[in-house]
């Protein structure tokens, strides 16, 4: 079983940085993309970035492009969200998920497409 291990949320003033960090480990297993999610008190689960694993391409929401860089270390099943010049309105919990099967969905914008979540890791941004 594929396990995410999110970390690296915390407080920050708004114009500040963080950088989440997302470790799979478990299986055998193969990372097709990751990606970013956040859902904010009272609102839905929002795509925030998502990053094929093979190949030298990033998806952004239009909120944070310019703003946020994602990434990840193949050699260590890890990806990145590098956040930075953080608003108020950045503040939830942030997810990480992975597509680990060959079969379903691949818009990288969609939950259903990624098999696989964290926990979750809490960002808040205070103005």
């Known amino acids: 079983q594929v396990q995410l291990m999110e970390s690296g949320g915390g407080l920050v003033q708004a114009g500040g940085s963080l950088r989440l960090s997302c470790a799979a480990s478990g299986g055998p297993f193969r990372i097709y993309a990751m990606g970013w999610f956040r859902q904010a008190p009272g609102k839905e689960r929002e795509f925030v970035a998502a990053?094929?694993?093979?190949?030298?391409?990033?998806y952004y929401t239009d909120s944070v492009k310019g703003r946020f860089t994602i990434s990840r270390d193949r050699s260590k099943n890890t990806g990145y969200l590098q956040m930075n010049s953080l608003k108020s309105e950045d503040s939830a919990v942030y997810y990480c998920?992975?597509?680990?099967?060959?079969?379903?969905?691949?818009?990288?914008?969609?939950?259903?497409?990624?098999?696989?979540w964290g926990q979750g890791t809490q960002v808040t941004v205070s103005s």
């Open positions: 990053l094929p694993w093979s190949v030298v391409s990033t």
């Open positions: 998920a992975v597509k680990t099967r060959t079969s379903g969905s691949a818009v990288w914008s969609i939950p259903t497409s990624y098999d696989h």
